[in-house]
Structure formats: C-alpha cells, structure tokens
Nanobody, 130 residues
C-alpha cells in the first residue's frame, strides 16, 4: 500500500522542541519532493516547509524560519521536521506529503492520494501550551 505516515507530535511547553517524522511506504522517495503543511482548527491549510528531490532545495514559511528545519533520509525513506523554539501559535495538526518532483503540490491537508500523484498522511497533532 502506498502511503506516508507521520509521527512525533505531542504536547510541549512554549520554547520546547519536537521532531516529526514522515515514513513513506510502498514507493521509493528518491524522485519525490516532500514537505509539511499544518492546519489549526478553523484555519486554512498552510505550508510549513518543503524539500526538493535534492536535499539542498528547501523552502520555509516566514513564521518558522530559523526555528524549524526540514530534512530527509532517502536511505530510510523518511523525512523529518525538527521544530525548535515552539510557540502557542504553532499548535496545529501537521501533515506530511510527497509529490513527484516535477509537480507543484496543491495544498489540501487531507489524507490519502491525490489527482497529482501526491500522497498525504493522516496528520499528527502538535500542541504548544504551558
């Protein structure tokens, strides 16, 4: 079965850190771009970070620059999002996606495969609260 699955979410205090993982199964990540979006209740699905087929091509939302780092390990078919300096406004469900590297992903924050050969996970909840 072709899918991606996130893990690593949880409850942390402001200023804390979390590392999210995204494991791909049923396909090989090498020719896929991947990234993370998030969605808070009542809010739109917003891009957090993306990484291209080549690990030196990354993009971040202004709100997370300098705090979050996206990476990938193709040997493990896994992507990561290291989140430091977490703030209450980072509270959201975080979704991992993969998409063939020549296609621009359409944000949707909903699990499963899409019409652009994109695959989204079920999401992992991140809550920042004291």
């Amino acid at each position: 079965q072709v899918q991606v699955e996130e893990s690593g979410g949880g409850l942390v205090q402001p200023g804390g850190s979390l590392r999210l993982s995204c494991v791909a199964s049923g396909f090989i990540l090498d020719n896929y771009a991947m990234g993370w979006y998030r969605q808070a209740p009542g809010e739109k699905c917003e891009m957090v970070a993306t990484i291209g087929k080549n690990i030196d091509v990354t993009n971040y939302a202004d709100s997370v620059k300098g705090r979050f780092t996206i990476s990938r390990d193709n040997a493990k078919n896994t992507g990561y999002l290291q989140m430091n300096g977490l703030k209450p406004e980072d509270t959201a469900t975080y979704y991992c996606y993969t998409v063939p590297h020549w296609i621009a992903v359409q944000p949707r924050c909903s699990p499963g495969p899409g019409s652009d050969m994109d695959i989204w996970g079920k999401g992992t909840l991140v809550t920042i609260s004291s």
